[in-house]
């Protein structure tokens, strides 16, 4: 950190810049393993598509469609590790025409200034941006 001349504290580490990326997965079905399979899938992916190690994640963040009653996406991601990132999972809202059995996330991570944010959409949740 540095003070500007006008008194304004200015952060000179390039890898301190707080991104987000968006990221989702359509499940097979409503089960343990599938859970588990799609967000140890779905995270790492994120990970390796955007440089990130974990000490680089502020946050992730679940939304998981009703259909899906089996298993708590975040439970299921510390099958692999991550037991110091704060994790949270809530429910997707119902609209007509929801892609069913399909687990959102926003991951929120410190990297450099110039890094650009890359979403990962898995299986049939690729439908939901055409520019992935
Ligand atoms: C289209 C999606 O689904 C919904 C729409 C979103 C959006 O418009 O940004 C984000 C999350 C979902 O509520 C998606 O996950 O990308």
């Known amino acids: 950190m540095t003070m500007t001349e006008e008194g304004i504290m200015k952060d000179n580490?390039?890898?301190?810049?707080i991104h987000a990326v968006r990221g989702a997965v359509q499940l097979p079905k409503d089960s343990i393993m599938a859970m588990r399979d799609g967000v140890t899938e779905l995270i790492p992916?994120?990970?390796?598509a955007n440089g990130i190690s974990e000490p680089d994640i502020v946050s992730i963040?679940?939304?998981?469609?009703?259909?899906?009653?089996?298993?708590n996406p975040a439970r299921e991601l510390?099958?692999?590790?991550?037991?110091?990132?704060?994790?949270?999972?809530a429910a997707e809202p119902l609209y007509p025409d929801y892609l069913?059995?399909?687990?959102?996330?926003?991951l929120t991570f410190r990297g450099s200034a110039e890094h650009?944010?890359?979403?990962?959409?898995?299986g049939g949740a690729r439908v939901l941006r055409s520019d992935t």
């Open 13 to 17: 580490n390039s890898s301190s810049t």
């Open 45 to 48: 992916a994120l990970c390796k």
């Open 61 to 71: 963040q679940f939304t998981q469609t009703d259909d899906l009653t089996a298993a």
């Open 78 to 89: 510390r099958s692999i590790g991550f037991a110091s990132t704060p994790l949270f999972c």
């Open 100 to 106: 069913p059995r399909t687990v959102r996330v926003l």
């Open 116 to 122: 650009a944010p890359q979403s990962v959409y898995l």
